[in-house]
């Protein structure tokens, strides 16, 4: 019935939003702005009607949750990063009948997800700056999917990405893009130093270990990536357990999967972390 129209795994590093503001970073991640606004602009494109972003700023200790609330709205500053985002105003459509079709086929699948219609339950910011750069105009509706899971498995994270595919398209009348927000390598900069690494990696070995799983990406060679993936995401401090790229991957056929990552966004380094906006086609 619905289609999977566009997967990419994406940033949402809170210089973005400090990047539009006047002052000394003024435009400094221009870059990942625009890529935000062209993945956005090839799912108007596409078709899309509903964006679920797996994202890994909302942390949760057990079980997987859905945020699914049928209107989003309300001013937004960072409780980790107050300097960088403060006062952000948003607005957005949800779309309960997705979350909860999503949430009883991840539970099908025999991983227990639950699906929220909570006024008071806020989006967090890894969903809110990509949304503020993908859907100014709120063309689409939103669904937010907890992936900061700080006890979980990360088969299970796979297992409810290929349910929420199944869901989508056995069940959902319409046409859905799924986003992992989250980094790379995910070190951030030690205390004390963090504006001298506003524009770098942490070290030459989170550097490294990053550039040649973005050649295993573009290779489409992701049944070694998939195979590597827990002690990448151990070693190279994944953000959110990196518990997003296994969702996404999950929905994408796992180590099974042989699509090539288009870059979007070249990798870069923020407060020693590794950024990048990337689409993997979907097959």
Same mark, same amino acid.
């Given at each position: 019935m619905g289609k999977l129209a566009l997967t990419a795994k %994406?940033? $949402?590093v809170p210089s973005m939003y400090l990047s539009e503001l006047d002052g000394p970073h003024k435009g400094c =991640?221009? !870059? !990942?702005i625009d890529g935000h606004k062209e993945i956005g602009r090839r799912c108007r494109e596409l078709g899309v009607d509903t964006i679920v972003v797996f994202d890994t700023h909302w942390l949760v200790n057990s079980g997987y949750h859905i945020n699914c609330a049928p209107h989003f709205k309300g001013v937004y500053t960072s409780n980790e990063l107050?300097?960088? %985002?403060?006062?952000? +105003?948003y607005e957005y459509d949800g779309n309960p009948v997705l979350g909860k079709l999503l949430a009883d086929a991840s539970t099908a699948a025999g991983v227990r997800t639950r699906a $929220? &219609? %909570?006024a008071s339950l806020e989006l967090e910011y890894g969903t809110l700056v990509p949304m503020r750069?993908?859907? +100014?105009? =709120?063309q689409f509706k939103v669904v937010s999917v907890a992936a900061l899971c700080t006890v979980h498995n990360m088969e299970d994270s796979a297992r409810i990405g290929a349910a929420m595919r =199944? !869901?989508?398209e056995e069940q959902y009348d319409g046409t859905v893009a799924f986003l992992a927000s989250g980094s790379l390598s995910h070190r951030f900069a030690q205390n004390g130093v963090a504006e001298d690494y506003l524009f770098k990696i942490w070290s030459p070995f989170l550097e490294t270990m990053d550039h040649a799983v973005i050649d295993m990406w573009k290779r489409g060679d992701w049944a070694t990536f998939c195979e590597m993936?827990? &002690?990448?995401n151990a070693k190279c401090h994944g953000e959110g357990n990196m518990h997003d790229t296994a969702m996404l991957l999950g929905a994408l056929g796992w180590g099974q999967y042989r699509g090539q990552a288009e870059v979007v966004t070249p990798y870069f380094g923020s407060s020693g972390t590794g950024q990048i906006n990337a689409v993997l086609p979907v097959h």
């Open positions: %994406i940033t $949402h =991640r221009q !870059a !990942a107050p300097h960088f %985002i403060k006062d952000m +105003a $929220h &219609e %909570i750069y993908m859907n +100014a105009d =709120r =199944r !869901a989508v993936l827990p &002690e990448y």
